[in-house]
């Protein structure tokens, strides 16, 4: 099912539509979930953070006031931050970054700066440009990458290496 | 470097990411869940929605499924109860007899139905008794419905559960018509390690003409102390009963001095049981296809067939020629025709490359 039809399902019944959704996304956000936490949680307690996070994703959905442009933007973002959050509060370190406390770019140099790295990381082109979304985004080990994405762990490496030094390059020009 | 691509994730926006979405869809794509459906229940339970009911349409069509399948059985109960009958008596005794029953042919034979009896025990748990109707016509026989009753044991428990508890003791629901007038190899010999040994005496009463079938149940397992529920399960049971008719059952026999088997033949079946010398035929057994020979020299195709190796689940180990020596006293095959055959008429049959052929 694509994700115009899940948001077009969700508009029309909620839980339909959700239900929906779950069914497409659980093994994603599972896959979030177990990278992110897998070394400091249960199988169970994954489980149910799983589903805290879709519960998550229907009641921001329901307070969202924009349009969704990407369905699978939308719940990565909103998967990774509750698992730092979870992360944090398992380390005492500090609360959940809430959806609301997302930090805005303030300065126009960091601004541009991100914005820069994100197309220079999209320059890279396919399989880096998944690779490094798998572990810096993710935060998988290259071992998980290289068997999710069927490649050698060496050459993960190799690649995440390389592309390190190539963004490097990229920014100081 | 490092540190700068983990914030910007960390704090990536929605529309930032947007920007990756089919590197998320693949990674999506190639993601696999360990358990969804529980994923799925958590997830609707915490966002407050219940899960999705059947839909009007679909509870109407499962009752009138249901509806459709009772009303027919609850006739041929009804039916088949007023015309024939069995009693089963009960004599308890002392170890290692603990119980008796006896099983009385119906002095009425019915052309249109039968009724298979069946049951199945255990020693603690529960007791079944399972009824099965097949209808006569000219194809032979037609399944129509069973009705497995329960005679002891706890009433909560379903007979999936009952299938759970006897596991343990073999195939739980073992259904075996009795088309013939031997039936000493009752279920309860076959599906319990040890636990039970029967047989039955064709008695003719001369009083009214009807025969009886007096089946002994004898307790072997030393284990089980107290009188097994068999006692009360059918204690005051009454069950009807029709075997199909008086079948002649005759014995086949073979040349080859390695053939174990004990054959018998009836019109409807064969009923191969293995001495323990040859137990492996009764693997063998299961995975062919078999036909009879006939003297005008035409064959029938052997069907339908059941049989096992008794309580083969969980408790037995192949590679141990003990266990196969256990199995082998508790293995059996029936193959069933697809018509009944005439006795007279049947020349041989061929079985893994041993012929059989009646008994001179």
New interface residues.
């Given amino acids: 099912m694509t994700d115009e039809k899940i948001l077009l399902s969700l508009k029309k019944d909620v839980r339909t539509g959700f239900e929906e959704l779950i069914r497409q996304y659980a093994p994603y956000i599972g896959t979030i979930v177990r990278s992110r936490l897998g070394a400091v949680t249960t199988a169970d307690e994954r489980t149910d953070i799983t589903s805290d996070i879709f519960a998550e994703i229907l009641s921001a959905y329901r307070e969202e006031k924009e349009p969704i442009t990407s369905l699978k933007a939308y719940i990565s973002v909103i998967a990774v931050r509750h698992c730092i959050g979870v992360f944090r509060k398992k380390h005492s370190q500090a609360e959940r970054v809430s959806m609301d406390d997302l930090p805005e770019p303030s300065e126009n140099e960091k601004q541009y700066d991100r914005t820069e790295l994100m197309e220079l990381l999209r320059s890279l082109g396919e399989p880096d440009c998944e690779i490094f979304l798998r572990k810096y985004f993710l935060g998988q080990r290259s071992a998980e990458i290289a068997e999710a994405m069927k490649l050698r762990t060496n050459t993960v490496d190799q690649k995440i290496s390389r592309g390190l030094r190539k963004l490097r390059d990229m920014m100081k020009e | 470097?490092?540190k700068?691509?983990?914030d910007?994730?960390?704090?990536?926006?929605?529309?930032?990411?947007?920007?990756?979405?089919s590197?998320?869809?693949?990674?999506?794509e190639?993601?696999?869940?360990?358990?969804?459906e529980?994923?799925?229940a958590?997830?609707?339970?915490?966002?407050g929605?219940?899960r999705?009911r059947l839909s009007f349409r679909k509870r109407l069509t499962i009752m009138l499924a249901a509806a459709l399948i009772l009303i027919p059985a609850s006739v041929a109960v009804a039916h088949h109860i007023n015309k024939l009958e069995v009693f089963f008596g009960i004599e308890d005794g002392n170890s290692p007899y603990v119980s008796e029953f006896v099983k009385r042919q119906a002095a009425v034979e019915n052309d249109d139905a039968m009724l298979v009896v069946d049951g199945a025990l255990s020693d603690d748990v529960c007791s079944y008794i399972m009824v099965s109707f097949y209808a006569k016509n000219e194809k032979g026989r037609q399944y129509i419905y069973d009705i497995r009753h329960k005679l002891a044991g706890d009433d909560e428990r379903s007979a999936e559960r009952w299938n759970d508890a006897l596991a343990p003791y073999g195939n739980a629901i073992y259904e075996s018509p009795l088309y013939y007038n031997d039936i000493y190899n009752l279920v309860f010999t076959q599906q319990y390690k040890g636990a039970m040994v029967s047989h039955a005496d064709r008695v003719f009463d001369e009083s009214d003409g009807a025969v009886y079938y007096k089946i002994t149940i004898r307790n072997d397992r030393t284990d089980i102390t107290r009188p097994i529920t068999l006692i009360e399960a059918f204690s005051g049971l009454s069950v009807d009963i029709n075997f199909v008719k008086n079948a002649e059952m005759i014995r086949l026999v073979s040349d080859d001095p390695e053939c174990f088997h004990d054959v018998k033949l009836s019109p409807f079946a064969l009923y191969i049981t293995f001495d323990e010398r040859d137990v492996r035929y009764a693997f063998s057994l299961h995975s062919y296809d078999y036909a009879a020979k006939l003297k005008n020299g035409e064959t029938v195709k052997v069907d339908y067939r059941y049989g096992g190796n008794a309580p083969a689940a969980g408790n037995y180990d192949v590679s141990k020629h003990e266990d196969w020596v256990e199995m082998g006293r508790y293995s059996y095959c029936d193959l069933v025709f697809k018509n009944p055959i005439d006795l007279e008429e049947f020349e041989s049959i061929e079985i893994d490359g041993i012929v059989y052929r009646p008994a001179s």
């Fill in positions: 470097m490092e700068m691509l983990t910007l994730f960390e704090t990536a926006s929605f529309e930032e990411l947007a920007g990756f979405d590197e998320l869809g693949s990674i999506a190639h993601s696999e869940c360990e358990d969804s529980t994923v799925l958590k997830s609707m339970r915490k966002a929605i219940s999705r």
